[in-house]
Nanobody
């Protein structure tokens, strides 16, 4: 069983920044961040390759969010800037299935998930 733990969520004001962390048995696996706004379906946010050299983002966060990873710390991060009320959601990190090689934004392509961390942005 792979355990992932997110941290760093909180209540901020519009325009603020926040950094989320995801720790656990990450190793060299490709990872993703997803979020679930209140009353909505879970949606893709960002993906990073196992080596960290390839990233891609949802259009809604491109240019504002940055995904990164630290091999020594065995962690993945999501730096969020210029936060807006519509970014309010529970944020999850997830590990891409080991048998896959492609970049993916599909939640079913990820097999292990953290418990989530709440991010609330007030206007």
């Amino acid at each position: 069983q792979v355990e992932l733990h997110e941290s760093g969520g909180g209540l901020v004001q519009a325009g603020d920044s926040l950094r989320l962390s995801c720790a656990g048995a990450i190793g060299g696996n490709a990872m993703g961040w997803f979020r679930q706004p209140p009353g909505q379906e879970r949606e893709f946010v960002a993906h990073i390759s196992g080596g960290g050299g390839i990233t891609f983002y949802a259009d809604s966060v491109k240019g504002r969010f940055t995904i990164s990873r630290s091999k020594p710390k065995n962690a993945v991060y999501l730096q969020m800037s210029s936060l807006q009320p519509e970014d309010t959601a529970v944020y999850y990190c997830a590990r891409r299935r080991l048998e896959l090689e492609e970049l993916t934004r599909t939640s079913n392509d990820y097999d292990y998930w953290g418990q989530g961390t709440q991010v609330t942005v007030s206007s």
